[in-house]
């Protein structure tokens, strides 16, 4: 029986596992509902894939399984990858079936839903935020909650459709927007749509960051931090990270997240938490994603270690241990940044990024119309740097941002490319070393 390494909706920087995949000899799959990308730093070169299937809708689950079990049936199992939450708990099934590590397919629906999670976590007091149903938010008579409160899909991905309100008037406002709002993507959509489900609650304060972990059979292994750039008028749209990030209250965050993971019953795999870090005060999670990093992190990752960062993912997923000495390691700061058009762009003729960029990516067609809006899904392009310090990354990512051209202008300073982020970022502080222990020893 061959081996093979299956991949649930080839995208993005999962090119890069399949290539690593394919090295060590395993027929390629790929459950793609989109079309293969052809060009771009991600295209899927002629005849890496030995067998694409395609999914003509991931919430059809009856077909997906009978697919999943056919797989198992003719091929052995050497390793499977994902990073669309749609498709996690037909992955972890998978994973089940071949005897591989995986955290169960019932447990990933509960962590998969935002609105099960948080609940969880209030109940477990690992957790300050108040959480309800919209359903039931839209049958108060008064507000809720002190402040302000975040509405988004029980699930959701990319930060797709969510809001910021503060009174009952403007959460009707904000559930009428999102009923309407057209979603870019299909699959986004129909993953949104096909739940239904949105959570309000209340509103974290603090600094957006991240949490970059690799789990091997019930030890959490933390890589990093990485740190976030938001739009200023909208935090809620994320336009940039910086990677390592040597927050000064590392040790706090990192036992946070050993604590979400071990709540969630998180046994294997890579793992993404975004959490909001306040200067003092309870470190709060604002999503887990039982997945690696979105967008071009893999690229980020390994340019700060200097090492082919996939090696270690396909290790994970074939059930290995992955090296992480490298972590002790890394040579460089490393910075992606997301771009949106400037306020009433409608078209999108022309974008050219700085020579010092790296991985650049324009994510629209040219000639494409564009929303008017300054969401998340209103993405234009993407591109990468580096620096031997954490201000010199910084300043160079910020700079690079400003000179890209958009239609022939630079972005320069406008509404849409002013970015928010921490005092923290860009400095360079003294990195903080943790003694390495098991996620029980938190």
């Not at 091929?75 to 590590?101: C, K, M, N, W």
């Not at 750039?229 to 990030?245: H, I, M, R, W």
């Not at 020579?355 to 008017?372: C, F, V």
Request: glycine share 8%; net charge negative.
């Amino acid at each position: 029986m061959k081996k093979a390494f299956v991949l649930f909706e080839l995208m993005n920087h999962m090119v890069m596992i399949a290539k690593e995949a394919r090295a060590r000899g395993y027929e390629i799959v790929a459950l793609n509902h989109d079309p293969l990308r052809r060009s771009g730093p991600f295209a899927v070169p002629d005849g890496l894939i030995d067998h694409l299937v395609p999914i003509e809708s991931w919430s059809d689950s009856g077909k997906i399984q009978a697919i999943v079990d056919d797989l198992h049936r003719r091929f052995q199992i050497a390793g499977t990858y994902s990073v669309f939450d749609s498709t996690l708990h037909y992955e972890a099934a998978l994973r089940e079936r071949a005897g591989l590590p995986n955290n169960g397919e019932a447990n990933l629906r509960t962590v998969l839903d935002k609105g099960a999670v948080r609940k969880k976590l209030y109940a477990e007091g690992l957790t300050g935020l108040r959480s309800m149903s919209l359903d039931e938010a839209l049958r108060l008579d008064r507000w809720p909650f002190d402040g302000p409160a975040v509405l988004k899909p029980a699930h959701g991905t990319g930060s797709a459709l969510c809001y910021i309100v503060a009174s009952l008037g403007e959460l009707r406002a904000a559930a009428a927007e999102a009923r309407e709002a057209a979603v870019v993507s299909s699959i986004i959509k129909d993953y949104i749509v096909s739940h239904g489900d949105f959570v309000l609650e209340e509103k974290a304060e603090g600094e957006l960051l991240s949490v970059e972990s690799l789990v091997h059979r019930g030890e959490v292994r933390f890589v990093g931090l990485m740190g976030r750039y938001v739009l200023a008028k909208d935090p809620v749209v994320e336009l940039g990270t910086l990677f390592p990030y040597n927050h000064p209250r590392l040790p706090e965050i990192v036992a946070a997240s050993e604590a979400y993971h071990r709540s969630m019953s998180i046994f294997h795999g890579a793992t993404h938490l975004e959490v909001m870090v306040p200067k003092e005060g309870r470190v709060e999670l604002v999503d887990f994603n039982v997945r690696f990093a979105g967008a071009a992190s893999l690229i980020t990752l390994g340019d700060a270690f200097g090492v082919r960062y996939e090696t270690l993912l396909t290790d994970l997923a074939c059930g290995a241990p992955p090296d992480l000495s490298l972590v002790a390691r890394s040579s460089r700061f490393a910075c992606e940044m997301l771009l949106l058009p400037p306020p009433g762009a409608t078209e999108l003729r022309e974008l050219v990024f700085p020579p010092e960029s790296t991985n650049r990516r324009i994510t629209k067609d040219l000639g494409q119309r564009l929303t008017g809006r300054a969401d998340q899904l209103d993405i234009v392009g993407m591109f990468n740097v580096t620096g031997p310090t954490a201000s010199e990354a910084h300043r160079t990512a910020l700079d690079a941002r400003a000179r890209t051209l958009f239609n022939g202008r630079p972005l320069g300073v406008n509404a849409n490319n002013d970015l928010a982020f921490s005092e923290f970022m860009g400095a360079d502080l003294e990195p903080i070393t943790l003694g390495r222990r098991r996620s029980s020893d938190a």
